[in-house]
């Protein structure tokens, strides 16, 4: 059912938290749904106010796509998410 989801959608978005266990189960789904993906790809690394939660950087080198950092418990960053959103969509 998956890729009803993602066939024709204009921006594919993975959030996973910054875990190191939870970027690998993350790369697992993403190779499982990655051919019925034929979008822009991001990825969001939630939970960066975490003791130990990998960077942006880091998690982007393990997943091979972009990706921002993001705490999504933080109401400041609300905004930045949506201005994110709002960019990748619209480059290119």
Do not use: H
């Amino acid at each position: 059912m998956w890729q009803d989801f993602l066939r024709g959608a204009g921006l594919t978005v993975l959030v996973c938290d910054s875990t190191e266990d939870n970027i690998e189960k993350t790369k697992d789904v993403f190779k499982k749904f990655s051919r019925y993906m034929d979008t822009k790809i991001i990825a969001i690394a939630n939970k960066q106010d975490l003791p130990g939660a990998l960077n942006a950087k880091k998690v982007q080198k393990k997943l091979g796509i972009p990706t921002y950092g993001m705490s999504a418990i933080r109401l400041d960053l609300r905004e930045r998410m949506r201005e994110i959103l709002e960019y990748e969509i619209e480059k290119d």
